[in-house]
């Protein structure tokens, strides 16, 4: 199933209104350097969905491109349960204004997602957040370069985790997929982190 997402991203930090938790930005945050296949291998989230089902979530797959308006386009492999892959396309379409959150469709939630951390080439820290009527709900989600979990990565979420209003209880470090489930319609090569 393919499905197609315009959700607005944020490369700054956003102003929050009183109450809201403070969740940094990456500065300057280089779209050239961010593009290419990043695999999300933890998350944490208060949305219920998440949390009924995050014991059986499998490792997402990411093609990250960026696109000649400043937007991202990124592909998604999700491996299903039954040992299928779900495939999405979205578009992260950036913010004229940095408070603003870009609504998708008038039948869909608004999300507002930015880049926390980033080094480019070992792992990234993403912070989104959903409003859909009254229902709020925050993600943090760590992309890797490849399929393996750095404890010096899962730092960096579970540290901001508190400031993103969220319990590091709620989260989930997500294991391989047996098998690929390419985002970009071909298998994907498997990258080995440089770090030694």
Sequence with gaps: MLQMLRIGWTPALLAASPGQ????????????????????????????????????????????????????GLKF??????????????????DARPAQQALASPAMAQTNIRVAFTD???????????????????????????????????QKMQQLAPQAGLNPSEGALLPKSGERCSPAGSGLQELKDPRP
């Design 120 to 154: 480019y080439k070992h792992f990234a820290v993403l912070y989104s957040k959903t409003q859909k009527g009254d229902v709020r709900n925050v993600r943090l989600q760590l992309y890797t370069r490849a399929p393996e979990l750095f404890p010096e990565d899962a």
């Design 21 to 72: 938790a403070q969740v940094p930005a990456q500065a300057n945050l280089d779209t050239s350097q961010f593009q290419g296949i990043w695999y999300v291998v933890g998350a944490v989230s208060d949305d219920q969905g998440f949390l009924d089902s995050k014991d059986s979530v499998k490792m997402p797959v990411v093609l990250v491109t960026p696109l000649a308006n400043g937007d991202l």
């Design 77 to 94: 492999g999700y491996p299903t349960p039954d040992g299928g892959c779900q495939k999405m396309d979205a578009t992260f379409t950036k």
